[in-house]
């Protein structure tokens, strides 16, 4: 079992940034890949960002190309997301997510651990 635990998230206008962090417990040996995903209200929960543990190979949703960066701490068991240039439709409660396998995956259903969750809401 991996154990994830969000936090970071809040209140910031357009344009600033924010960093989330998600923590990692658990059987976190080496063969995971990690990822982010948000839900914004009446919409479907939609992927963000991933990265593969091992190498630190990333992949990005579209929306969010060229503004979050997604990047990990070995020692510490935790994977980042740097938000920049945020703007109002980035609001969404932002879900870190873990999954065995090498391989990244977009899919929500090939993810095998959530996080509660994390608020992130850009005002205008």
């Known amino acids: 079992q991996v154990q994830l635990a969000e936090s970071g998230g809040g209140l910031v206008q357009a344009g600033g940034s924010l960093r989330l962090s998600c923590a990692a417990s658990g059987q976190t040996s080496s063969g995971l890949s990690m990822g982010w995903f948000r839900q914004a209200p009446g919409k479907e929960r939609e992927f963000v960002a991933a990265i593969r543990w091992s190498v630190g190979t990333t992949y990005y949703g579209d929306s969010v190309k060229g503004r979050f960066t997604i990047s990990r701490d070995a020692a510490k068991d935790t994977v980042y997301l740097q938000m920049n240039s945020l703007k109002p439709e980035d609001t969404a409660v932002y879900y870190c997510?873990?999954?065995?396998?090498?391989?990244?995956?977009?899919?929500?259903?090939?993810?095998?651990?959530w996080g509660q969750g994390t608020q992130v809401t850009v005002s205008s």
């Open positions: 997510a873990a999954r065995r396998g090498s391989v990244i995956t977009i899919i929500r259903a090939t993810y095998e651990y």
